[in-house]
């Protein structure tokens, strides 16, 4: 938490990194700053016990510098936990450059950028996020090795979105099997909240699956798109977390499970590929859990992306990269009884099962 202290003409900040919550123990955090091309960047390595920090880079306007460092504390932090659920031999990391992608974004820029990271000495490895494609890994390719997600034809994986969403679908099927007995969703009423290119690829599997899909999303031209190509519903209220639903997927931003979305919420399950969805990990999983809504934690079900790109670290095909995302589903589900079984929430059970798997193998480095 930051606290401030008001003057009459300036506001001092107290802590502004150990002292927030979010900090939560990372290891490192680099603030990058580049005059020529406006490059203003954060990375945060959160936790590297079980290999190099891999995660995307995000690019997105935020209202201050303190919005942005503590989005790359949490998304650094959920990337530590992502791995070590899947079973990847990877640590946590994000980064964050701040401005708008859309006019601001050069390639001298992200070529800066990629100067940054190679400092790192592979420390961290970047990737794909918001406000990201994969001709801008391609860029920062040209000078450090250590980014994923670069294109096909360059040897990589390519973009991580669509696994991602297969991800997402998985965790869901599994979470309806545990909610309501089968796992198909035929005729299942689901809202997705941000149609980008995970929202989009998962619209697809739900559709074709045979789902209700409700979507919406800040770009009225982007629903519009999304509707003609698959049939689905343009959402057309002003509060949607009041809607009767099965399932709502939260696909934009993360922090929309506060105490009030959960009020209203009449959702029965919450799954979705946004990072960080709970505002709170320790009081909003418990208030949903007490409504009798089942939560699939964020970082499991979205894992497919990072399983993508860390194909082209270990060198594995596509076939593989399938295998290990349809794991998702089994993971999920044991998660589900888990956290029924010990009486605490999915997403306590979820991250004890990733704290396990590190603490693991810190003892065995001792």
């Not at 090795?145 to 998985?170: C, D, K, Q, R």
């Not at 929309?256 to 709170?280: E, F």
Request: charged share 20%; with cysteine; proline share 2%.
């Amino acid at each position: 938490m930051i606290t401030e202290v008001v003057n009459a003409n300036e506001i001092h900040k107290i802590d502004p990194v150990f002292g927030q919550l979010s900090f939560d123990n990372h290891e490192q955090i680099v603030f990058c700053n580049d005059k020529d091309t406006g490059l203003k960047a954060i990375i945060g390595i959160h936790n590297t016990v079980l290999g190099p920090a891999l995660g995307g880079t995000r690019m997105w306007n935020y209202a201050s510098e303190w919005d942005a460092l503590n989005d790359v504390l949490r998304l650094s932090r959920g990337m530590t936990y992502k791995s070590a659920i899947t079973g990847l031999n990877l640590g946590g990391g994000k980064a964050v450059l701040i401005g708008d992608a859309k006019t601001q974004k050069t390639p001298e820029l992200m070529k800066k950028f990629g100067e940054f990271v190679h400092s790192l000495g592979g420390k961290y490895i970047t990737a794909e996020d918001v406000g990201m494609t994969t001709s801008d890994m391609d860029l920062v390719r040209t000078v450090t090795p250590y980014v994923t997600g670069i294109s096909e034809s360059l040897g990589g994986a390519g973009n991580p979105s669509p696994i991602t969403a297969y991800g997402v679908f998985m965790g869901m099927k599994a979470a309806a099997k545990y909610k309501f007995g089968l796992d198909v969703l035929e005729d299942k009423v689901i809202y997705v909240q941000g149609i980008g290119n995970v929202g989009e690829a998962l619209v697809e599997h739900l559709t074709n699956e045979g789902a209700k899909v409700i979507i919406s999303d800040i770009n009225q031209e982007r629903l519009e798109e999304v509707r003609d190509k698959y049939g689905v519903t343009i959402y057309g209220g002003n509060n949607l977390y009041a809607e009767e639903m099965d399932i709502y997927a939260p696909c934009a931003l993360g922090a929309t499970i506060t105490n009030k979305t959960i009020a209203l919420l009449k959702a029965k399950i919450v799954a979705g590929a946004a990072n960080n969805q709970l505002a709170d990990d320790q009081i909003h999983g418990k208030l949903l859990q007490d409504k009798g809504i089942v939560y699939a934690p964020d970082f499991l079900i979205n894992a497919g992306g990072i399983i993508n790109v860390y194909a082209e670290l270990e060198g594995y095909g596509k076939a593989e990269i399938i295998r290990k995302t349809e794991n998702i589903y089994n993971t999920t589900l044991e998660i589900l009884q888990k956290a029924e079984i010990q009486k605490i929430t999915p997403n306590q059970a979820a991250l004890e099962l990733a704290q396990f798997r590190i603490d693991a193998r810190k003892k065995e480095k001792a």
